[in-house]
Nanobody, 123 residues
């Protein structure tokens, strides 16, 4: 079975940093696009970053550019999201998701989801 497990969330002050991890199992890591998504209270789930299948290119959504970094450790089947300079508007539940497609898509297009991890940024 495909499983994704996100961890690393917590409470941090504005300007602080967190590193989220997503451990994946049950599929060949390189065969899937893997993304980070987040959902703030009262808002729709949105994409944050993605590692594409095969070439491993990394894409960041505009709110993440310049502050967040996504990386992967294929040997550990784990992806990471390093979040720096956090802002209160980054407060959300963060999810990792995988899709058997070259690139990540809208949340409805992602096939597998892990349980989220809460990130709370205080002002």
């Amino acid at each position: 079975d495909v499983q994704l497990q996100a961890s690393g969330g917590g409470l941090v002050q504005a300007g602080g940093s967190l590193r989220l991890s997503c451990a994946a199992s049950g599929f060949t890591f390189d065969d899937y696009a893997i993304g980070w998504y987040r959902q703030a209270p009262g808002k729709e789930r949105e994409g944050v970053s993605c590692i594409t299948r095969g070439d491993g290119n990394i894409y960041l959504a505009n709110p993440a550019k310049g502050r967040f970094t996504m990386s992967s450790d294929n040997a550990k089947n784990t992806v990471y999201l390093q979040m720096n300079s956090l802002k209160p508007e980054d407060t959300a539940v963060y999810y990792c998701a995988a899709a058997d497609t070259p690139r990540c898509g809208t949340p409805s297009r992602m096939q597998y989801w892990g349980k989220g991890t809460q990130v709370t940024v205080s002002s």
